[in-house]
């Protein structure tokens, strides 16, 4: 069993930043991808980041050149750093993994980003 806990959300003004952070624990062989995705209030859960293990990345459009995620392999983390930071990136952030050879997926609880105009 994989378990994923975020940490670092929260209610910031626009134009600020933030990062959140997701470690991952228990029983981890290899972790392949990492990502973040969003669910905003009224709408479906979507992807905003994803890295592999090797570092690739891929980025919604809508956060392009905002958003960076980041993994640190050794201590099973990813994070993402959002800069200029806009209301409509408001929504509640999940971390998702997607471990071991069979590729099980594993999500997080989320967090809280609310951003304020």
């Known amino acids: 069993q994989v378990h994923l806990v975020e940490t670092g959300g929260g209610l910031v003004q626009a134009g600020g930043s933030l990062k959140l952070s997701c470690a991952a624990s228990?029983?981890?062989?290899?972790?392949?991808?990492m990502a973040w995705y969003r669910r905003a209030p009224g709408k479906q859960r979507e992807l905003v980041a994803r890295?592999?293990?090797?570092?690739?990345?891929n980025y919604a459009d809508s956060v392009k050149g905002r958003f960076t995620i980041t993994r640190d392999n050794a201590k099973n983390t990813v994070l993402l750093q959002m800069n200029s930071l806009k209301p409509e990136d408001t929504a509640v952030y999940y971390c998702n993994a997607d471990v071991g050879v069979y590729r099980l997926d594993y999500w997080g609880p989320g967090t809280q980003v609310t951003v304020s105009s």
């Open positions: 228990g029983t981890i062989v290899s972790i392949n991808d």
């Open positions: 890295i592999t293990r090797g570092g690739g990345t």
